[in-house]
């Protein structure tokens, strides 16, 4: 305690000569850079909306960063609001009203700008992997991946990496995972090795490698807890139990799993309420307590079809449907 207040006295002074500087600095911009700065400042809190899901909270902000930008008649600016812009749609599932943006920001960006064109690309790549078209997505995050790493744009081009390892086939997915992972770590970008590890996790676990899907969830969990919300902590942990209960091991999955129940219900995502009983269902199926087994896949069943499921994951939901028949059967005997 002692220290950190000397810290902070020590501090002061140096933080009140930065602040006259930087009143003083902003008294001599000229209207353009004052615009350009604002376009930066407004993308970076777009930014910061979009990364916590917040989508259509963070368009208006994205509009206003475009609107600065047009005012300081920088293309760069512009084609990195236009591009997020044409993003919050596409990740609503609007994508007729996002192609619309995309063109107007694939006639902002210039190649010899690489913020607005690196931004370009990711979201045009993203496009295009929304239209199952992963061949063009492929290699337009390759070209990404080179295209930042020659202009030092190393968050970006650990992005395209990360983008790579999900459009990919499961040998370059593996491979680019691990190759972002490596580049996260040497750039010490540790808000990307969730991510990054997370799915490199469902790409073990898609391919039957549980044991190094669990590990890699383990991991990924690490870096959730020291960069992530309260949801992305709670969808980390359940990663984890859900692998056990994969792998049998419903006594370490038990311990995983029931606290996460009361936070999905807290938080009021339904999708994880629907899993998280789906997989205290089947450890109570294993104890052979059908009646309450049947309550949580029954719980399951109807959160889960509500979230869509039959359409992003058939074959699971399924699986669902027959645990209930089968608990009905049984308690039926």
Known sequence: MVRLFRILIIAVPALV?????????????????AAMSKAQELLKEADRLFNSRQYDESRPIYQKALKAAEDAKNKSDQAEALAMIARTYLVLDDKETGYIWLEKAKKAADFDEPMGW???LGVNGRFLWKEEKN?????MFQNMFEYCSENGLVD????????????????????WGIKGVKAAEEAGETRWLGPLWNNLGATYEENGRDYEALEAYLKARKYHYMHGTKLNKAIADWAIGHMY????????????LKPLLPTFEELKDNEFIG???RELGEIELSKKDYQQSLELFTRAEQLLKEADMPSWDAKGYQKIVDRIALTEEKLGQ
Do not use: Y
């Open 17 to 33: 000569f930065v602040l006259f500087a930087m009143v003083t600095a902003a008294d001599q911009l000229n209207p353009n850079e």
């Open 118 to 120: 690196s931004r370009f």
């Open 135 to 139: 061949d063009e997505a492929l290699r």
């Open 156 to 175: 970006r081009a650990i992005d395209a990496a990360h983008m790579i390892a999900i459009v990919g086939d499961v040998d370059t997915q593996i491979k």
């Open 245 to 256: 209960v994969k792998l049998g091991d419903f006594g370490n999955a038990i311990e995983w």
């Open 275 to 277: 899993l998280t009983c």
